[in-house]
């Protein structure tokens, strides 16, 4: 009876594992969003995706700073949900 519990132990803790590895999925990745409105208030202009939040940060900057100027403009970096 022991070896059933352990086995069935074992077999939990197995599941377990694969599930945790196929839960991660590459790495993450941002979304650099632009807006013409001081803050996110408009809709946004997709700037692009990026897989570190650096990358998109720059991003977001350079799209801020080919806008006109003297408009109030916004660009933030979100998380990509791949679920």
């Not at 700037?47 to 933030?76: K, L, Y």
């Amino acid at each position: 009876m022991r070896k059933e519990v352990l086995a069935k132990i074992v077999i939990a803790f197995i599941a377990l594992a694969v599930a945790a590895c196929a839960t991660v999925v590459g790495a993450d990745q941002y979304a650099a969003h632009g807006y013409l409105t001081p803050g996110p208030t408009s809709e946004p202009e997709l700037i692009g995706v990026f897989d570190t939040v650096d990358e998109c940060r720059d991003a977001a900057d350079a799209w801020a700073s080919r806008q006109v100027v003297g408009n109030p403009v916004h660009a933030d970096c979100y998380p990509v949900d791949t679920d």
